[in-house]
């Protein structure tokens, strides 16, 4: 069990960190242009960003050539079977920046305003899509699969306290 949170988790840290510079970034300009799509609704709406969607890969990435400085090292235990190069690494951030767009064209398809809460698409939707171009690449096991797909939506869930949390500080009262 222990192998594999640690190299699920190993895999999927590019994804988890482009997936949480976004929020941080405070982003102007939409990644739609403000189009609407056929049916009137926003492409993606005001929540995609053009800067949150490339901080998000170059931090995602830049993670990720982290990981792979550390991999000599980490490799001495035995528990590590998996390592990132830097192909892994891109297509991991760029698959979650991606895989959050089409969770926000979704939405929008179902006429939901930015922001309204989508639980399981506004956790997994990054997941799943950075997970499926990556397999493109590299094996991916099914039980880290699974396992990912359990702990993701408690991290997201979790961190958005903490984030909310940290605003709250912010506040002069
Ligand atoms: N964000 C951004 N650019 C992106 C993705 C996210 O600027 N490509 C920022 C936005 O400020 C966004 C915040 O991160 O409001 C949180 O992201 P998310 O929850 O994915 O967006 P929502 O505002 O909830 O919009 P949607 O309903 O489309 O998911
Ligand atoms: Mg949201």
């Known amino acids: 069990m222990l192998d594999i949170i640690i190299n699920s988790l190993w895999l999927i840290i590019p994804a988890y960190c482009a997936n949480m510079l976004p929020v941080l970034m ?11 799509f056929i049916d009137g609704h926003r492409l993606l709406g005001d929540g995609k960003t053009i800067e949150g969607f490339f ?26 079977q998996f390592q990132h190069n830097l192909l892994t690494v891109i297509l991991l951030a760029t698959g979650a920046m991606m895989g ?61 306290i903490f984030v909310f949390t940290l605003k709250l500080k912010d506040r002069p009262w």
């Open 26 to 36: 405070k982003g102007k300009f939409p990644i739609d242009f403000k189009k609407k």
């Open 55 to 80: 901080s998000g890969i170059i931090f995602g990435t830049l993670m990720g050539l982290l990981q792979i400085y550390l991999q000599p090292f980490m490799g001495q235990f035995y528990i590590f």
């Open 100 to 160: 959050d767009l089409i969770g926000s064209f979704v939405k929008r398809r179902f006429g939901l305003e930015r922001g309204a809460p989508t639980p399981i698409l506004d956790q997994l939707d990054f997941l799943v899509f950075s997970l499926a171009v990556v397999s493109v690449i590299i094996p991916i096991e099914l039980s880290w699969v699974i396992f990912l797909l359990i702990i993701t939506p408690i991290l997201h869930y979790s961190s958005n």
